[in-house]
């Protein structure tokens, strides 16, 4: 492809106030260009690396006994009534109606799709176990699209299922993509680290997520240097303090005017936090009614409300306002769970080992010292619903909790029957009896993955591609002479090169050498070869690798070939 033809506008500066530095580059080489808010137009440059490394992805998946198929993006609203999603999921979902008034779905993943499919398709255990993939648009309408491809709107996944008769059949399933994921994943040279996950709207049992660890993550990963537990903050846990051998007091009533925080309550007092408990109000809709719920955990800890919304099996979680609030008989600020009516108590699984800790009075300026649980107040539920944190104790070695921020880029899940049994996605066994077939669900965002290989692979000029993920192998350039020499032999080895097999970008235009060094290293091409009478009269043509800052050699024109395919491994 010659400069010249290629369409394509590489920009002194990216137009996108981003901190997302491989993003950045990605608009500013062109690969990119940014139609609205978390949507994004895919340039030819951007093609050719994601068509690299979607074979990459197909390698791997058909090597684990994978078939490809292309499900459609537009899904009729009723397969997504059948699961119940249709309800439970909120405004993310794009929806509309067909010009017969027919409700419609734009896909934002495509278990129900599958389902309804499969259901079709497979009839008896002799066609199990099946692992089908695709890579199709999605569509998830973030109210909150941020650093360009991390967390956009449309977007392509490879997405693939499982299908087998049992538990057993998922479990190998499951490993099969856990060890193609990490592959994909070498290859692609992105770090990564598999934590386990919250399954979230996919349902399910079991979930793995992907992490390139990295500091424009907004994903909190909890992390144990001593024994290696890693899991998402959504999940992670903790080791909780045993229950204390402390006597129970006398509960004492005590002024604190104006002490609503925890952080106040603790300086007026003089005591520590974890001597308090923090009362959190919130909103969850439960089985289609909205209801007030307390939780209740140790002052110096934070709700996790991943953990309060699977517990409560809640469709939706808010925070509750104070006029929601005062009806139950509390007073924000000064909230405890004594004495309260119509509200629904979740206490964190420590509260029952703490003695004596101090808790709102339900009035005005005032808190109550050695409150006890299980004498001065009851639960509905008792569990986990606390945030781990860094320097906690480990749930599995006690040493200090360490936390990261990182990007998930692919995410494996257990889904279990929960599909199948909600649209009749059955086959029939040995004995002729209809069983749901277990299901499985595995992703990677491509968009996403060639952004964080962004992240991961530049400098302060430009991206540098590994050489089998880079839109071209060479980025050839000619420098003007008057002679017209440069440009001869330029173009014969520009010729020579695409007949041997070569990708090659010739940087044909007219234009200054500065221009043309600058968006070869903006662009991130692995090897430039520079064709001028310097190198010339030194018998060749210069070849500098992007990842070397000065290293470079002049080779003999007969030789760039042999020298090429050489080179192309370690690139």
């Not at 087998?164 to 994909?184: P, S, V």
């Not at 906690?392 to 360490?402: Q, R, V």
Request: aromatic share 8%; proline share 5%.
């Amino acid at each position: 492809m010659r400069v010249s033809q290629l369409f394509n506008q590489t920009l002194r500066r990216s137009a996108e106030s981003n901190e997302v530095a491989g993003y950045q580059f990605l608009v500013q080489a062109g690969y990119l260009r940014p139609l609205a808010s978390g949507i994004f137009g895919y340039l030819p440059l951007a093609q050719r690396t994601l068509a690299n490394l979607s074979g990459i992805i197909r390698e791997e998946m058909n090597a684990i006994g994978g078939q490809e198929i292309s499900l459609p993006v537009i899904h009729p609203a009723e397969i997504w009534q059948e699961t119940g999603r249709w309800y439970s999921i909120k405004e993310e979902m794009g929806r509309f109606k067909d010009r017969n008034g027919r409700d419609m779905v734009l896909a934002m993943t495509h278990e129900e799709a599958v389902a309804a499919v499969t259901r079709d398709v497979i009839q008896s255990y002799r066609q199990l176990p099946a692992l089908i993939y695709q890579m199709q648009i999605k569509w998830r309408d973030d109210p909150r699209p941020r650093a360009g491809l991390i967390r956009a709107r449309e977007f392509t996944m490879l997405d693939s299922y499982s299908l087998d008769r049992n538990a057993e059949g998922l479990d190998k399933q499951y490993q099969a993509h856990f060890h193609a994921y990490t592959r994909i994943f070498e290859r692609c040279k992105l770090p990564v680290m598999a934590i386990k996950s919250d399954t979230g709207m996919m349902g399910g049992t079991f979930a793995h997520e992907f992490m390139y660890l990295t500091p424009i993550g907004e994903d909190t990963i909890i992390l144990c240097p001593s024994c290696q537990y890693a899991a998402n903050r959504q999940i992670a846990a903790f080791q909780k303090k045993p229950s204390s051998t402390e006597p129970l007091k006398e509960i004492e009533k005590v002024t604190t005017p104006d002490k609503k925080t925890i952080a106040e309550l603790v300086d007026y007092l003089h005591i520590s936090a974890e001597q308090t408990a923090k009362a959190v109000f919130m909103m969850a809709e439960i089985e289609g009614v909205w209801q007030l719920v307390l939780a209740l955990l140790r002052g110096d800890l934070e709700l996790n409300e991943t953990k309060l919304s699977h517990i409560l099996h809640a469709a939706q979680l808010r925070p509750a306002l104070d006029e929601e609030i005062r009806p139950s008989g509390a007073v924000p600020g000064y909230a405890s769970p004594i004495g309260l009516k119509n509200i629904l108590i979740v206490v964190d699984d420590e509260i029952p080992n703490l003695h004596n800790f101090v808790a709102g009075a339900n009035e005005t300026g005032y808190h109550l010292l050695n409150v006890n649980f299980g004498r001065d107040f009851r639960a509905d539920i008792v569990a986990d619903i606390a945030c781990a944190d860094q320097g906690l104790p480990c749930p599995e070695c006690g040493k200090p909790l360490s936390s990261q921020r990182g990007v998930e880029v692919g995410n494996i899940f257990k889904l279990g029957t929960f599909y199948s049994e909600r649209m009749g996605c059955n086959y029939l066994d040995e004995d002729g009896i209809s069983k749901p077939i277990v299901m499985g669900s595995y992703g990677i965002g491509l968009g996403r993955l060639m952004s964080c290989i962004a992240e991961e692979h530049h400098d302060d000029k430009g991206l540098i591609w590994p050489s089998h993920l880079a839109p071209f192998l060479v980025y050839l350039i000619h420098i003007e002479d008057k002679s017209g020499e440069t440009r001869k032999t330029a173009e014969a080895l520009y010729s020579q090169l695409l007949e041997a097999g070569f990708q090659v970008l010739y940087d044909d235009r007219m234009v200054s050498p500065g221009v043309k060094f600058n968006d070869a290293d903006l662009l991130g091409i692995p090897l430039r070869l520079t064709v001028s009478s310097r190198s010339l009269s030194n018998g060749g043509i210069e070849i500098k690798s992007r990842k070397e800052e000065h290293s470079q050699q002049v080779i003999r024109l007969e030789h760039i070939a042999e020298f090429l395919i050489q080179s192309r491994s370690n690139l």
